[in-house]
Each structure stands twice: as structure tokens, then as C-alpha cells.
């Protein structure tokens, strides 16, 4: 992770400490000098753990980033009877200095930047997307992706992100690289909703359903679109293609 020597095992871990219950969570980080396992209190995270009615102990989720600097760090709530009941807070850790540790509440980390260049998190009491530049500005917010829907797809590419829009699910949206909204496409004419997108480079494939006929077999769709977005926000020059 990062140069702080430090290694995350991300599977589904059960943890066995000698003082105390078994602790249950996906991933864990290891000292990369002694390959010791390491506890909550070494990454300096202070959410408290919670107890299972049958046993044991619920633990975060850890999520790294593909360049391996970034190490998100995700606490829920949970039920009586062990089922998830919402965000309680998102720690980000930042391999490349260590000892620094920001920490947003009611948040779950949902995608990186495969290039570094940020984070989509999900406000789990606003019900919305929002997207984190890294490495953040010292006092700097995430920025809401207010239009995104927060159950579709998304992906990246050179220009932005690309999401689906929470009102129309025939009709992709567009932000640049500081998650301001750029413009949107709508597919509708074309597609009953969309379902997968893919970025490439300038490129983004959708994946859609095509817009049939009652009773008629159901028809996939594979669009092709190259994007050049505008320096500010109004609407995508690019234009879909099949």
C-alpha cells in the first residue's frame, strides 16, 4: 500500500485476537516487515466494532485503490440479527504518507478512478452519488453527483465519469474530472434502459435494452460512443453510434 509497507489480504477474514471474540470482516492489512496482522488502533481508526447475537464480532470493509495508493476503509451499521442496516463512516488512508487518515460519515465507497484521479462514495442518508478528487484538498468535501442513479452503472474514461441518470435509465450523463455535470445523452428513442457502460480511453460502450414491440422477444443493444466533452458545463459534443 502505498510506501508505507504495509499489505492488504482482501478476501472475507476471520479474525482470531487472544483477549477477545473472533472479529468478521472483508480484508485486512498486514505489516509487510513482520507479517503481523494488524488491529484498528495501527491504522488509526476509531469506529467501534459491533457484536453479533450469535457470536463474534462485525469488522470494516477494505477497498484498495488500483495504483495501490489509496485504502478505503468502510464501517455499517448492523442489525440484531446480523443483517446490514446502513453506512455508519468511510475512512480514506493515504499509503503514499503515513499517518494521514480523513474520515466521512454515513458513507460507503462504491468505485475508483482506475488512473488515481478520485473516488465515487454513495451519502447513504441522502441517497446520492458523490464524487471525492484525490488527494483531497485539506478542508475539501466530496462533490454530489445529485442526478446519478445510485443502483446503475457508471464508468470512467479520459473525458470524466459517465452514470446513468436517476429519473430517465435510457439517458447517460456526463462529468468532468472535478464532478461538475457536463451534459447528457438520451437514448430513449433508441433503448428502454440502460444496464452497462464501459469506459476506453475517448471511448464509452452502453450496454442497453432495445426498445421492442409489446410481446416481442427482448433485444440487446451495444452503443459506441466517442467523447470529447466541452472546458465547462452544457451539453457533450460526442455522439453515440451503434
Known sequence: MGTSGRWLLWCR???????GKPVFQFGVTIDGATGRVEGLEDLGLRDPLVDLPKGGVV????????????LAV???EWGSEGGWR???SLYLLDGAQPGWVRRWPGRTWVAWDP??????????GKDRLEWLRLPPDPNGEPVPLAEAATAGPL???AEGLVTVSRAYPATVQFWDPKGRWQGEWDLSPLVERIYGLLGEGERVWIGAFERVAPGAPCRFA????????????????????G
Not at 477474514?13 to 483477549?19: D, F, G, K, R, S
Not at 460512443?225 to 453510434?241: I, K, N, Y
Open 155 to 157: 464508468a470512467f474514461f
Open 86 to 88: 446502513g453506512a455508519r
Open 74 to 76: 468502510e464501517f455499517a
Open 115 to 124: 488512473t488515481g484521479g478520485g473516488v465515487v462514495l454513495w451519502d447513504a
Open 222 to 241: 451495444l452503443l459506441e460512443a466517442q467523447l470529447l466533452l466541452p472546458s465547462s458545463p452544457g451539453a457533450s459534443d460526442g455522439q453515440p453510434g
Open 59 to 70: 469488522g470494516p470493509s477494505f477497498y484498495l485503490s488500483p495504483d495501490g495508493r489509496w
Open 13 to 19: 477474514v476471520a479474525i482470531l485476537w487472544p483477549e
